[in-house]
């Protein structure tokens, strides 16, 4: 069909290699060329640097996204690109600013994250119907585009762990003048600026 991608090939291609290539797939979705959700998972992995709770957001957000994927590729749901696209950069704004001035409890900032998780899936799925997928590998390819979206996920919230750690040992009472207001300042910026020009775009 035109404008999609097409994955099929010649041979049929055997479900370990569809799989492993939707992997790949989706793990280069996130990261690095989908610097909206890179940036919203960085600014909920700078929310907090006690494992369970962060455990707790990632929880919230993969869910929440492998359920509006999972549903969109189905036909279950569908939402406009113009309302989810300008929701997404602004979840990456709210989510900056709340490591600024918030001081909610775990429970409803994973709320929170959930709900935008939700319109991330729906980011994920517009982007994985792209490519034009075979009835009979649309379930594997579904599941490994998801594992490499998990994968990247994991890979970003350990970077960010790993340096929130080395900050606040290095600066035990300014880790966060040092690292998480600064860097959740820019992110916000970056989301806010993406939001006005996907609105008006």
């Not at 049929?12 to 793990?27: A, Y």
């Not at 909920?44 to 919230?60: G, N, P």
């Given at each position: ?9 010649s041979?049929p291609?055997?479900v370990?290699?569809?799989l492993l290539?939707?992997?790949?797939i ?8 989908g ?7 960085v ?7 006690l494992l369970?709770?962060l455990l707790?957001?990632v ?6 996204h492998?359920?509006t994927?999972?549903m969109?590729?189905?036909?279950l749901?569908?939402?406009?690109a113009?309302f989810?696209?300008p ?5 990456i704004s ?5 490591n600024i001035f918030?001081?909610?409890s775990?429970m409803?900032?994973?709320l929170?994250?959930?709900l ?9 799925a517009s ?6 997928m075979?009835?009979?590998s ?8 998801n594992v490499?979206?998990e994968l ?10 790993l340096?929130v750690?080395?900050?606040k ?5 300014h ?14 910026i ?12």
């Amino acid at each position: 069909s035109s404008g999609k991608i097409a994955i099929h090939e010649s041979e049929p291609i055997n479900v370990r290699q569809k799989l492993l290539q939707f992997i790949s797939i989706g793990f280069d979705h996130v990261a690095p060329l989908g610097w909206d959700h890179l940036l919203f998972i960085v600014g909920m992995a700078l929310s907090t640097f006690l494992l369970k709770r962060l455990l707790l957001l990632v929880t919230a957000f993969t869910v929440a996204h492998t359920l509006t994927l999972g549903m969109a590729m189905y036909g279950l749901i569908e939402m406009p690109a113009n309302f989810v696209e300008p929701v997404i950069a602004f979840s990456i704004s709210y989510v900056a600013i709340e490591n600024i001035f918030g001081n909610q409890s775990i429970m409803r900032k994973s709320l929170i994250v959930f709900l935008f998780g939700l319109i991330h899936g729906l980011g994920f799925a517009s982007m994985l119907k792209n490519f034009d997928m075979e009835p009979d590998s649309f379930l594997v390819t579904l599941i490994g585009f998801n594992v490499g979206v998990e994968l990247a996920q994991i890979a970003i919230v350990i970077c960010v762990l790993l340096t929130v750690l080395i900050n606040k040992k290095i600066f035990p009472n300014h880790y966060r003048q040092v690292l998480i207001i600064p860097v959740s300042v820019i992110i916000s910026i970056i989301g806010f600026w993406w939001g006005i020009e996907r609105v008006i775009g």
